[in-house]
């Protein structure tokens, strides 16, 4: 089971969705990276294959929601290195891990590359979608009381925990949340906690008018141990395309 769960850890699986918003008139592809989690297992080596796989993709822009960090080893500058030769933008927001980098000079080392911080509620759009990012640890529901929604803009929350139900992104106007954290439990039979103690565990989560998503990523990297066995290192390609 241990050797299944290492090699299976080194496994990419691609999870296209494409999602429809009424009134866009444009088409993006946004690729959905969480939990890289570099420290004393993954280092540069893992972004260097990360971003090959960025590269073989063509994204219109990445997304990575929190834990860059491992917290186990401080994130060197040299490891992010290779995503400087990515064309497209790369937001990111922290996640839970990134508190024992620490914080500091994770966002320090962040700021020296070519990857796009917005984890202080700030937006970013791309073609004619808005990207808004959160910080773990942020009150989330108090951050998204003054989303505005345009018609044709659909609004792209990025935060690392998915701590909304897909019922209440109507409220605050997000079309799609980009989540991570579980890991899709990672190891079986442990994911079976992780499961019953997140409403959003894996995969797509629709809202009941089918209007509104919540996507949670299993994420790229693992924690603690370099093995999955029952989940999968994920990469979600996600297309929002427009209707009228």
């Known amino acids: 089971i241990c050797i299944y769960g290492i090699i299976n850890a080194l496994k990419t699986k691609i999870d296209r969705i494409t999602l429809k918003y009424p009134g866009y008139n444009n088409s993006i592809k946004i690729l959905h990276l969480s939990d890289i989690h570099l420290g004393a297992i993954h280092q540069k080596g893992s972004v260097m294959k990360i971003v090959q796989e960025i590269q073989e993709l063509e994204p219109d822009i990445v997304v990575i929601t929190g834990d860059m960090a491992d917290g186990s080893l401080k994130v060197k500058p040299s490891w992010l290195a290779p995503f400087n030769n990515l064309v497209m933008p790369i937001l990111y927001v922290t996640g839970n891990h990134e508190e024992m980098n620490p914080k500091e000079d994770m966002l320090k080392i962040i700021n020296e590359s070519n990857i796009k911080y917005i984890g202080e509620h700030q937006t970013y759009q791309c073609k004619g979608v808005n990207f808004i990012g959160e910080d773990f640890g942020n009150d989330l529901r108090q951050c998204l009381l003054n989303v505005e929604q345009k018609r044709g803009e659909p609004n792209v929350l990025i935060y690392h925990v998915p701590t909304l139900a897909p019922d209440e ?73 427009g209707y009228n």
Do not use: W
Not at 195 to 218: M, Q, R, W
Not at 223 to 236: E, H, K, L
């Open 169 to 241: 992104l109507m409220k605050y106007n997000i079309f799609l949340m980009l989540a991570g954290h579980t890991h899709g439990g990672q190891i079986f039979p442990l994911g079976i906690i992780v499961y019953l103690t997140n409403a959003c565990f894996a995969g797509l989560y629709p809202d009941k008018t089918n209007s509104h998503y919540i996507y949670v990523s299993e994420g790229v990297n693992n924690a603690v141990t370099p093995m999955r066995v029952g989940s999968s290192r994920i990469f979600a390609l996600i297309t929002i395309e």
